[in-house]
């Protein structure tokens, strides 16, 4: 259903479809079908009895019901050859083999890895079959006040736990959030029915704070193992812990790569046990030269291929949302002006933030004759398995994040695969058949160019969170914590140094009131600490709607990528702009929203994203309970500009840059060459001194989310950390912060 708007064009449209629907929703849809059908194709009988004048109305309302029960028996018919077809493909999984295998394994050992190619039905089928073999049964009184215990499995992307929650449900044939839920942050998809619960590893880490020994669960699968999230790695350690003091307790590791050795050694030489895949041989083909735009080679290779090889869907990877995007719409336009002289194209770009509706799309199997195009993130290399992908295009890179203790930055940066990341994008190709995988980078950059395996995320990333939450739990000894492998001390040390002048640490290394409170929000320690902090300043109100606004994962606004409406959309877009700082636009976003009475065509009419605003609303909800929770009191002064931007500095005062003479932007502290984002709404004011909530390196380092504010705040909000002497000349002399344990 689109809308009549017409002020949109291309793919781009797609952002605009009526929201999902629930299940009664469809059902509801499919019995207007059925109507809409009768009234089309008017039984014979309803003819005839019109013609010769004989209408019966009793006749003709049998003849209705007939025929609605006719198409209800159909319907359950195609239900359950649906299910019927489940089965078989559950049961043409490799997994499928070693169910028996598997479950005496898991019955004899405390704690089991197990390796299998990805596909291989690792993460849909392990927790059924723990669930068929009565894992969910209590035995006695444990664990907590639940009826069953729950079988659990942490995935490191929220859109993997979401769909392969989903998927499950349909195979289990019980509707998602009953026996099969999920849990991602702001969103829990579980009831006291749920037997077994999908969530991001960072939601389990969560779940330590309510319950420290994970009384609920019988048996934890951490699931992709091998991608070493930060969380996931941090989980180890803490499940390690409770499967030593919980002898009724299992845990699974399960990974996809063949280096299980490391894991099982970790787990004090817990058994491998290996799930052989079906390989088909995939031919690897390199550039001659090096790419110099990848996307839009992407884009050249996919149509090549679809020009000139034998049907079979295409899957590229690129590194984020704004490229699938693009490659998207390029790709549509081009297959637009080619028609009808190539054979059907199905775009579908998968990427974390994508509604999940949308991601459904990538699941549907391709009609004959026509070819799908996967543009995916590395979401695709081992947590999502497509089925029917014949060939990879590999871009050869991915956004990571990046720490330096040194200078407390933080950004997203786009670097080069590692070589098991490059070998997993290419096994995707050889599931169905052998394929063929494109890398759009040299050999020569393949073999001396690319590192073997990428750095685990604990040793480039700030461990603000981790800090903070490992403290609520009481472990105090950081450094000698069981890390697989341990992040490099500064950065330790660095992020406890941030968790004290923040306020969240005593001099003493130790928990604050301030900090405990900080760790029960979800959110970064910087926005905890805004939100919390902005009770003195008289806004919380205002700053639990920017916090919640800046935690929607999608894009506010909704930019057209082409035709006149680019010029429409980006005046009514910056119709919303406060010169002060991007934060108060957001703000000012949602106060009109909420003030059109959360208003659908209100989005429509100004270019902004339905689903993003109410996923803010319901993250405002959420953020709303826990400040109750922890006695922080909504008080609300939405005209005083000043306060909301002092309060959002006493959190963000590390992401501080200062205007240069040279009218270019460094960064207060440890000074680095900044610029504004583009579609900020300082970037033409060019304040003298900003916040920023995020520093994003691509061609530049771009700030992004910008505030503007006055230099004086920042001794004033910071004393710990800010010298007058600093922010009068601008200079980059520490203060010295007094010696913290650990
Ligand atoms: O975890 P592993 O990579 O071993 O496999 P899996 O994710 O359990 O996938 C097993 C099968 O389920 C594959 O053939 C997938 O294509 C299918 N699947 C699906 O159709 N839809 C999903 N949302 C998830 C998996
Ligand atoms: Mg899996």
Known sequence: KKRGKGHHSGSASSSYTSSSGTDEENVQGEEQNDYNLLLQNPIDFVKDAVMSGTLDLDKLAEELK??????????????????????QQRASLPIYRHREGLLEAIGKHQVIIVVGETGSGKTTQIPQYLY?????????????????????????????????????????????????????RFEDRTNKDTKIKYMTDGMLLREFLREPDLASYSVLMIDEAHERTLQTDVLFGLVKDVARFRSDFKLIISSATLDAQKFSEYFDDAPIYEVPGRRYPVEILYTKQPEGDYVDAAVVTALQIHVTQQLGDILIFLT??????????????????????????????????LPSNEQAKVFKPTPKNARKIVIATNIAETSLTINGIVYVIDAGFIKQNCYSPKTGVESLVVTPVCKASARQRAGRAGRLCPGKCFRLYTKW?????????????????????????????????????????????????????????????????ELTTLGRKMAEFPLDP??????????????????????????????????????????????????????????????????????????????YENFVQPRALNRAKDIMEQLQNLCER?????????????????????????????????????????????????????FKEKPKCVIYYELVMTTKNYMRTVAQIQPEWLVEVAPHYYTQKEIEFGESSKKKLPKIKN
């Not at 919390?532 to 935690?551: D, F, P």
């Not at 963000?652 to 205007?659: D, G, V």
């Open 66 to 87: 007939n025929k609605k029960e006719l198409q209800r028996k159909e319907r359950e018919n195609k239900q359950l050859n649906e299910r019927l077809s489940m089965k």
């Open 445 to 509: 950059s393949y073999k001396h160019e690319i590192e073997e395996s990428s750095i685990p995320e604990i040793q480039r990333t700030n461990l603000g969170s981790v800090v903070l939450l490992l403290k609520s739990l009481g472990i105090d000894d950081l450094i000698n914590f069981d890390y697989m492998d341990p992040p490099p001390s500064e950065t330790l040390i660095a992020s406890v140094q941030q968790l004290y002048a923040l306020g969240a640490l005593n001099n003493l290394g």
């Open 526 to 603: 910087m926005l905890s600490k805004s939100l919390i902090n902005s009770e003195k300043y008289g806004v919380s109100q205002e700053v639990m709607v920017i916090a919640s606004m800046l935690s929607v994962n999608n894009n506010i606004f909704f930019y057209p990528k082409k035709g006149q409406n680019v010029t429409v959309a980006n005046n009514a877009i910056s119709a919303f702009y406060v010169t002060e700082g991007d934060h108060l636009t957001l703000l000012n976003v949602y106060s009109q929203w909420k003030d059109s009475n959360y208003s659908t065509q209100w989005c």
């Open 630 to 682: 922890v006695e922080v009191a909504l008080k609300s002064n939405p005209t005083d500009k000043i306060q909301i931007a002092k309060a959002l500095t006493s959190g963000y005062f590390y992401h501080t840059a200062r205007l240069q003479r040279n009218g270019e932007y460094k960064t207060l502290k440890t000074p680095i060459d900044v610029d504004i984002h583009p579609t900020s709404s300082t």
């Open 320 to 353: 984020g949302q704004s490229e699938i995007e693009t490659a998207a719409s390029i790709l549509e336009d081009r297959s637009r002006n080619l028609g009808g002289k190539i054979k059907e194209l199905i775009i579908c770009p998968i990427y974390a933030s």
């Open 132 to 184: 068929e073999a009565g894992y969910n049964r209590k035995t006695g009184n444990e664990g907590s006040d639940r009826e069953f215990m729950l079988v659990g499995c942490t995935q490191p992307r929220r859109v993997a736990a979401m769909s392969v929650a989903k998927r499950v449900s349909d195979e289990m044939d019980v509707k998602l959030g009953h026996e099969v839920g999920y849990c991602i």
